[in-house]
């Protein structure tokens, strides 16, 4: 059973807003992963982090920003909400040297 | 062209009956998944093998390496197991994924 979790699950905001989205894992995993899922597509990698103060863009080109302050949490955030970020947002996570990776449920973003 | 292109996109079946799904992909590999995604998006995942062939219930998960082809079988089918399922394949650290085929089972 994976430990690894997401707030919000599901998220409707206004254009211009800032919003952060949740990630943490209780399995001490050195490395985690943003994802973004557009409706019937692939998903594609927007952030990762190999460990704590490590950050680094993925192959999708995003506007969003994150952190790794602590091991078990990797938040995401999106300093101007706009409709085009409307999009579902993965997080994932994975030990170092092992491949497989552990999802979180995801979180629906909506931006009016 | 895609580095993972999985097929059929879009299956339908009756309970009961034998599903393979299928995916090929261009890229050297360390590992290949095949993960499960529900309605509500959440993603779990179902096999990780790098070759041979693993079961887990109904699910038998089957890879060639040499010819970068791996397949997801589901024996008697049942209704829970619509869903969207999805190939990834572990390129050094990260993840390529294919779009994913939507299986739905009527009873």
């Known amino acids: 059973e994976a430990d690894i979790y997401q707030t919000p699950r599901y998220l409707v905001i206004g254009t211009g807003k800032k919003i952060t989205l949740e990630c943490s894992q209780t399995?001490?995993?050195?490395?985690m992963y943003w994802y973004q899922q557009d409706p019937g597509m692939e998903l594609h990698l927007i952030h990762y982090?190999?460990?704590?103060?490590?950050?680094e863009k993925g192959d999708l080109s995003s506007e969003s920003t994150v952190s790794r302050i602590r091991t078990e949490h990797f938040p995401l955030t999106l300093e101007s909400a706009r409709p085009s970020h409307t999009s579902q947002y993965l997080c994932?996570?994975?030990?170092?040297?092992?491949?497989?990776?552990?999802f979180g449920p995801g979180t629906r973003l909506t931006v009016l | 062209k895609n580095e993972v292109e999985q097929s059929p996109q879009n299956l339908t079946a009756q309970e009961g009956e034998f599903i393979t799904i299928n995916c090929s992909y261009s890229v050297g590999i360390s590992a290949l998944h095949w993960l499960q995604q529900h309605p509500g998006g959440g993603i779990v995942s179902l096999f990780m093998?790098?070759?041979g062939k693993k079961k887990h219930g109904r699910l038998i998960a089957t890879i060639n390496i040499q010819e970068k082809h791996s397949s997801l079988h589901i024996t008697a089918s049942h209704p829970r197991d619509s869903a969207v399922y999805i190939c990834?394949?572990?390129?050094?650290?990260?993840?390529?994924f294919g779009t994913g085929t939507r299986l739905q089972v009527f009873p």
């Open positions: 982090s190999y460990g704590v103060n490590s950050t």
């Open positions: 399995m001490g995993h050195d490395k």
């Open positions: 994932a996570s994975r030990r170092a040297g092992r491949d497989e990776q552990f």
């Open positions: 093998l790098s070759s």
């Open positions: 990834a394949v572990g390129n050094t650290d990260k993840l390529i």
